[in-house]
Structure formats: structure tokens, C-alpha cells
């Protein structure tokens, strides 16, 4: 026995079969800990769930009206457009390919200078006469700008005109 006492090896058993004990109750400790989170968990849950879901709803609402305001907003500006331009009742069809990605980024603009820009395109697309193909790339574009870029591009626009 390498020449340890009996002793000491009775305390090492006994050491080993306290430390085992120990973490047993460590064990139990710890599940317990672990229900009790579990059940805190499970409770909270259920109570803030139906706060959270109604703020969440309000927040849904809220989003859903600002989309349909931007879009009456859009819609009223491009008949006015449409009227003034003399092309309500003769426009051309604008392709999908078009008028959907347009559209989409048009009612999703909050800025009113951006969104007249939107507007603008539409016409133009819409407009049997005129000559300048509305490209995607059109979109892509404006989809990027703020306002300071679109009022940069117009102020650019009107310097070469005149000069």
C-alpha cells in the first residue's frame, strides 16, 4: 500500500464519500433552481405576453395607417400630376417590371419632396409622349437618395439648364 497509513485512507474515503454527498445536494440544489427559473420563466411569460401583444398590435396599426397615408398621399399627387400634364385620361400602361418596384418604394416614402419625385417618375413612365424610357436603374437611384441628394440633383439640374 505504498506505505500510507490506514488512517489517512479511511479519511480519504470518508473525504471522497463527503464530497459526493455534497454534490448530490449540489445537485438537487440546482434542479430546484432551475424549476423555480423555469416556472418564474413560465409565469412571466404569461403575463407579459398579453401586454406585449397588444403593443405589439398598436404598433401593426399604427404602421398599416402611415403606409395608407403615404399611399392616398401618392395617388392624390399623381392624379394632380396626371391632370396637369394632360395625360389623366391618354397614359400609356407602365410595365410591371416598372410599376411595381416604383410603387412599392413610393408608398414606403415618408419624405413628401422624395415622394413628389416618385411621383414625377410615374409620369413620366405613364406619359405616351414622352421620349425618356424610365429605367430601373431610375428606381434604384432614387431609392437612395434623401432630400438633401434631391434637392443637390435639382439645384444641379436647373444651374445647367440655364446656363
Known amino acids: 500500500m505504498l506505505g500510507l497509513k490506514k488512517e ?5 474515503e470518508n473525504a471522497v ?16 433552481a ?18 406585449i401583444d397588444q403593443a405589439m ?12 397615408e403615404r ?3 401618392f395617388i392624390k399627387r399623381a392624379e394632380e400630376l396626371f391632370r396637369k400634364l394632360g395625360i389623366a385620361n391618354r397614359h400609356k400602361a407602365v410595365p410591371m417590371s416598372i410599376a411595381i418596384p416604383l410603387l412599392q418604394s413610393a408608398f414606403l416614402e415618408e419624405d413628401d419632396e422624395l415622394q413628389d419625385m416618385w ?20 428606381i434604384s437611384i432614387l431609392q437612395d437618395m434623401t432630400s438633401l441628394d434631391a434637392a443637390i440633383m435639382q439645384n444641379s439640374l436647373r444651374f445647367l439648364r440655364n446656363t
Open 119 to 138: 411621383v414625377q417618375l410615374l409620369a413620366n413612365a405613364a406619359d405616351a409622349d414622352c421620349r425618356r424610357e424610365v429605367r430601373r436603374a431610375y
Open 8 to 12: 489517512y485512507m479511511i479519511d480519504e
Open 71 to 73: 399611399q392616398a398621399r
Open 17 to 32: 464519500t463527503e464530497v459526493s454527498k455534497a454534490i448530490r445536494e449540489i445537485a438537487k440544489a440546482s434542479g430546484k
Open 34 to 51: 432551475i424549476d423555480t427559473v423555469r416556472s418564474l420563466g413560465s409565469f412571466v411569460a404569461d403575463v407579459i405576453s398579453g401586454p
Open 57 to 68: 398590435g398598436i404598433v401593426k396599426d399604427k404602421l398599416v395607417y402611415m403606409r395608407w
